[in-house]
């Protein structure tokens, strides 16, 4: 149980184009999701909390017209990222909340972004 | 905002060595978490602890959570190969927003080379 998956699972793109990365809770539903953006041997950044059915709370300093999250449905949350840049390039990672009281996430398997 | 501090971030030993991470905080969480994440992948959840003193096994993993909930410790006995990856610790809360965010600590980078 607590199957969480992420499409696609790597994409390039050229600069200036937008890039769109689903986040699906397989086997529950999920009312809160989290996207987190990862550096290479660095710890998880979180840049937004996804609520369904309301707009997403996003951390101190990422910008939400550039990170356009949606959460349409309680299996379904996704990630824009518009007029992307090489510096957007990077490992991004969705995670659920479980259904247990101790906030306990359940990630997906992560997007490789690179931004040609 | 609480914080989480982890200890040692880079870790790289021989096959069948010992080795314990820790992960130390001066406030107190209700429980804190355990992820292993191997690379290109996500972080998967190894084990929650809840009660102060608490000790929990997984293989030869022990983990261990201070009688004061704010500390948190990873032992793992007889390292192999397949252990490889960051280990990081998290427990509820963040600053601001959502009641139900995590706040991780920076990870423990572990290498166990054959």
């Known amino acids: 149980g607590a199957v969480v998956s992420q499409h696609p699972s790597r994409v390039i793109c050229k600069s200036g184009t937008s890039v769109k990365i689903e986040c699906r809770s397989l086997d529950f539903q999920a009312t809160t999701m989290f996207w987190y953006r990862q550096f290479p041997k660095q710890s998880l950044m979180l840049m937004a909390t996804s609520n369904e059915g309301s707009k997403a709370t996003y951390e101190q300093g990422v910008e939400k017209d550039k990170f356009l999250i949606n959460h349409a449905s309680l299996t379904l949350s996704t990630l824009t990222v518009t007029s992307a840049h090489p510096e957007d390039s990077s490992f991004y990672i969705c995670?659920?909340?479980?259904?247990?009281?101790?906030?306990?996430?359940?990630f997906g398997p992560g997007t490789r972004l690179t931004v040609l | 905002t609480q914080l989480l501090e982890q200890s040692p971030q880079f870790l790289s030993i021989q096959e069948g060595e010992n080795l314990t991470v820790y992960c130390n905080s001066s406030s107190v969480f209700s429980s804190l978490q355990w992820y292993r994440q191997e690379p290109g992948e996500g972080p998967v959840l190894l084990v929650t602890v809840v009660t102060g003193g608490e000790v929990k096994k997984l293989k030869r993993l022990t983990f261990q959570f201070g009688d004061a909930r704010k500390d948190s410790s990873l032992h793992i006995t007889a390292a192999q190969p397949g252990d490889t990856g960051l280990y990081l610790c998290?427990?509820?809360?963040?600053?601001?927003?959502?009641?139900?965010?995590?706040?991780f600590g920076k990870g423990t980078l572990l290498t166990v080379n054959p």
């Open positions: 998290a427990g509820p809360g963040g600053s601001g927003g959502s009641n139900y965010k995590l706040t």
């Open positions: 995670s659920a909340r479980g259904l247990a009281s101790y906030n306990e996430q359940f």
